[in-house]
């Protein structure tokens, strides 16, 4: 999977992870931190979450019914690994790239994040640890 880091790495940085918890959305960007993230892994008993999408592999896009098939492919194997995890949706503010689902796995580990983030043709995904800021893991690193 080619991922063009120089090119992709500031339009993952801009963009909006936005995650359905009980309180209602949350809004997480990289490097930033969020109270309401922390508030929001305290509520789910959880230290962590990780946002992944099946949606573009290496954002090629895809069409729709690809999109959608993938996503609930990437459901299911969550559900099958017994992981908690609250919907989500990826967003560039700027508007010119189309809204990606996502799942946000709770307290999965960054390895398996990757490796998982890997297995759907993603180049990153979204971490958020409690007291600190979101981060960009790029899913080739170890």
């Known amino acids: 999977m080619p991922c063009e880091r120089a090119r992709l790495a500031p339009l993952y940085e801009a963009a909006e992870y936005c995650v359905e918890g009980p309180g209602g959305p949350v809004v997480l960007r990289v490097g930033r931190p969020s109270a309401a993230a922390d508030r929001l892994l305290g509520r789910m008993g959880a230290g962590s ?37 609250l919907p989500g949706v990826n967003r560039d503010p700027a508007g010119k790239w189309p809204e990606e689902e996502t799942l946000c796995i709770l307290d999965i580990t ?33």
Do not use: H, M
């Open 110 to 142: 960054p390895r398996r994040a990757r490796a998982l983030a890997r297995e759907f043709g993603q180049c990153a995904l979204l971490r958020a640890e409690r007291g600190r800021a979101p981060l960009l893991l790029w899913s080739d690193e170890a």
């Open 49 to 85: 979450l990780s946002c992944i999408t099946a949606f573009n592999p290496a954002s090629k896009p895809l069409s729709p019914e690809e999109n959608r098939a993938r996503q609930a492919r990437l459901a299911r194997k969550v559900a099958e690994a017994g992981w908690r995890a």
